[in-house]
């Protein structure tokens, strides 16, 4: 399968992904919420970085709602692809941009009196109802009507308005403590109850992410929204949850030389070999999505070995050190980053090691990085971005 894979791949670093996983994961959400919860599959930043077109079919196949994603330009990449799905757009929207919004039927988060106002407008040009979620900010103070009176009796004007249909309200926790976390849902719920006694209600109301939904399931209200979890991105406190990582970062050797004692590799020599050592270099680099953070502390694993990272990591390249590895050849794999299995780096491990989160480390890799998909054991798809 390997050499098909080569033969037909733009370049020698690519990311595996396994869309059975993913199925898999559906599953495990479904049935940890049951049939009376809705899912809103989150596939903003391309699904993690796993391709949001072709996850979106998975999803939509094993048990999702709605797919979330981030702007308008994730939504209109979606909606061209598939015609009948639900797609909520959980970030601002630009007044000039609304009328996609409403022409490409898609669900648009607002959190003023204003845009409730225009999108009608819009629907009437079109002949409309423009469907909206209502933000509402609990407490993280990021977006949405914050937690006061006017902002009850702003989103009560936006339910007068004849033309738009609020579908749902929603949330976010700042997830900093069991405390925060009731009251933050306790002001939500707060606010529902305070509009329905105005005859505004909701089909969907949530405030859970991949989190939340695992470890606060006393929050679930009736719409979760993984994200992580779809793809198999397993916290530390997720144990309780049964998930398959569905992505696999690889590459191949490019080059090995050998280097004398004393030599430095990279740029401002900041390592230097202790040893007469084998260096490899690996076509990865930071404009690829890996963390040049990583220079001098993250490893690959070669023929089952780990081979140190040595020298600043640049940006279409990194070098390691194959002196416990001597039958490595040019050309053979490399695991880049997996599951953590077979000696394989995690992202746990890689997120703690580059000072970051693993939604950072998936969410960038780039789209010059060729997608391999994987489904019963076989290639079904290879998507090479610049060709």
Known sequence: ?????MDQLIRDTYVEINLDNIAYNMKSIKN????????AAVLKADAYGHGALEVAKVVMENGADYIAVATLSEALEIRRRFKDYKILIMGHTPNRLLEHVVANNITQTIF????ARLLSQIGLKYGKTPVVHIKYDTGFNRLGFKDKEESIEEIARIAQIKNIYIEGIFSHLALTGDKENEIQYNTLISAIERLRKRGIRFKYMHIEDSIAAVDYPQYRLNMIRPGAIIYGIKGFHYGKLDLKQALTF??????????????????????KAERNSIIGTLPVGYAD?????????GFVTIHGKKAPIVGLICMDQLMVDLTDIPEAEVGDEVIVYSNGENNTMDLNTMAKLAGTNKNEIISRISRRIPKVYIRNGEVVKIINYIK
């Open 289 to 297: 999505g890996y963390p040049r953070s990583l220079s001098n502390k």
């Open 1 to 5: 399968m390997e050499e098909d894979i």
């Open 250 to 271: 690889k590459s191949r050797i490019s080059h090995i030389k050998k280097i004398s004692k004393g030599e430095g590799v990279s740029y401002d020599y900041l390592w």
């Open 32 to 39: 940890m919420v049951g049939d009376g919860v809705a899912i």
């Open 112 to 115: 003023s009196l204003e845009q």
